[in-house]
């Protein structure tokens, strides 16, 4: 070899081979572990799907104090989004109806102003077991730029 040559490179050596034993009881261990986090998981989804069907509290000013929403508020709402488009379409054809109301998923008709639509509303229903919408495409386009 002169000086001039490269030297070569050195061998490789082979790695001494580890070996890695699992007992039975390692393998119980560790599907206990995947158990308790399923189950963990489970009880959290369990817990997402109680707040999702929760009523979230108001804050009424008149009571100074938080309120829950009342169960008829929500079948409203969810009237209201259901029917939304035939809203859209009672619109469309009748202008001056721009409020509507419902009594639980029942709709109970139609106002210009939603002031005067809960006037007429609270002689009829002195309860107040109703809600107020306006109808607006906004509810059914949220990121509509077109005003």
Do not use: C, N
Not at 5 to 19: D, I, L, S, V
Not at 58 to 86: C, K
Request: aromatic share 8%; glycine share 4%; net charge negative.
């Amino acid at each position: 070899m002169t000086a001039t040559e490269p030297a070569a490179p050195p061998a490789p050596t082979a790695a001494p081979a580890e070996t890695f034993t699992v007992t039975r009881a390692d393998w119980q261990r560790l599907l206990d572990r995947v158990a308790e986090q399923t189950a963990a998981i489970r009880h959290v989804e369990e817990q997402l799907a109680v707040v999702r069907v929760r009523p979230e509290p108001i804050y009424d000013r008149s009571a100074g104090r938080v309120v829950e929403i009342e169960p008829h508020r929500h079948e409203a709402a969810a009237a209201y989004e259901a029917e939304l488009d035939d809203l859209l379409a009672h619109l469309a054809a009748h202008p001056a109806d721009r409020w509507v109301a419902y009594r639980g998923r029942q709709r109970v008709r139609f106002g210009p102003t939603g002031h005067a639509l809960y006037q007429d509303l609270i002689r009829e229903y002195p309860d107040g077991q109703f809600a107020l919408f306006g109808i607006d495409e906004v509810d059914k386009y949220p990121d509509s730029t077109v005003a």
